[in-house]
Structures are given as C-alpha cells and as structure tokens.
Nanobody, 116 residues
Framework: QVALVESGGGLVQPGGSLRLSCAAS????????MGWGRQAPGKQRDLVAR???????NYADSVKGRFTISRDSAKNTVYLEMNNLKSEDTAVYYC??????????WGQGTQVTVSS
C-alpha cells in the first residue's frame, strides 16, 4: 500500500498563498486518482481537488479558481497550489490516493491556518 507524506502547511494571512506537497512511496502513474481533502474542526473531511493519471482535474466549488492541483510523475509528488486564501480554508489538509474498487489511502495531514 502506498504511503503519503504531506508538507508545506503553515500560517498565512488572508489573501496569501501556500503550496502543499504530497510525496508518495510508489510510482503515482499507477494510481488512478490523486487528490487533496481537508477537514476543519468539527466538520467532515471533504475532497477539494483531484487529478487522474491522464491529467484531468476536478475541484470543489469552494476552491475553484483559487486552488490548482498538479502532479509530477518523475518525482512521485502531487502539489496543491492555494491562492487568495480565506479564513474558511483553515483546516488539516490530507493527500489521498484512490484506486477505485481497491483502496483509498490518506496521508497524516498538514495544518493550514489562514489568519491575520
């Protein structure tokens, strides 16, 4: 089973930017879907961005136009570029690897706090 390690979280002011990285322990070209989810205190975890192994992307309405997901197969890494951050983006962000009908794997998460 793939292991996922996130990095890049931190404290940022509203309107600021962050880039999250997710390093996978195996080749991501064999994983159907890679994505990012987030979970705020007291709320469920929601998938906010995903990318398939053919490069197709999909975003939650709440982040569309502000977040960009990308993947570097040579580095087995997935990125989430987050711009124009808002206080409501504050959450723990988790990387996920999905092989439909087989497995869903989550990383340990990285905290993103948007506050002045």
């Amino acid at each position: 089973q793939v292991a996922l390690v996130e990095s890049g979280g931190g404290l940022v002011q509203p309107g600021g930017s962050l880039r999250l990285s997710c390093a996978a322990s195996t080749t991501i070209s064999s994983i159907t879907v890679m994505g990012w989810g987030r979970q705020a205190p007291g709320k469920q975890r929601d998938l906010v961005a995903r990318i398939t192994n053919d490069g197709s992307t999909n975003y939650a309405d709440s982040v569309k136009g502000r977040f960009t997901i990308s993947r570097d197969s040579a580095k087995n890494t997935v990125y989430l570029e987050m711009n124009n951050l808002k206080s409501e983006d504050t959450a723990v962000y988790y990387c996920t690897a999905i092989v439909p009908g087989v497995s869903i794997t989550w990383g340990q998460g990285t905290q993103v706090t948007v506050s002045s």
